[in-house]
Nanobody, 125 residues
Framework: QVQLVESGGGLVQAGGSLRLSCSAS????????MGWFRQAPGKEREFVAA????????TYADSVKGRFTISRDNSKNTGYLRMDNLKPEDTAVYYC?????????????WGYGYWGQGTQVTVSS
């Protein structure tokens, strides 16, 4: 079991930046891929970014590539999502998730067995 808690969301103007954090507790000694997803009102949850345990591989959705940066510090059991040049269409609840099962990075929500409660990000125009 692992528990994930996101923080760092808030209200920001278009063009601004935020850094989300995802703190993990519990089964943190096993390696897992960390993913970030988001869900806007009336839309399905969508993949944003993912990073492997060692940090050697990162994957981004096309919509955030070049603007968002995913990272992690395993010594602190914490993952991060740095979001720059935010746009109103980035407004959503952002979730972090952990995948202990797969050897490759999964871009779909079904691949992740553990989820945080989400943090709201609102970008005003």
């Amino acid at each position: 079991q692992v528990q994930l808690v996101e923080s760092g969301g808030g209200l920001v103007q278009a063009g601004g930046s935020l850094r989300l954090s995802c703190s993990a507790s519990g089964r943190t000694d096993a390696s897992y891929t960390m993913g970030w997803f988001r869900q806007a009102p009336g839309k399905e949850r969508e993949f944003v970014a993912a990073i492997t345990w060692s940090g050697d591989k990162t994957t981004y959705a096309d919509s955030v590539k070049g603007r968002f940066t995913i990272s992690r510090d395993n010594s602190k059991n914490t993952g991060y999502l740095r979001m720059d040049n935010l746009k109103p269409e980035d407004t959503a609840v952002y979730y972090c998730a952990a995948d202990f099962r797969h050897a490759i990075v999964i871009l779909q929500a079904w691949g992740y067995g553990y989820w945080g409660q989400g943090t709201q990000v609102t970008v005003s125009s």
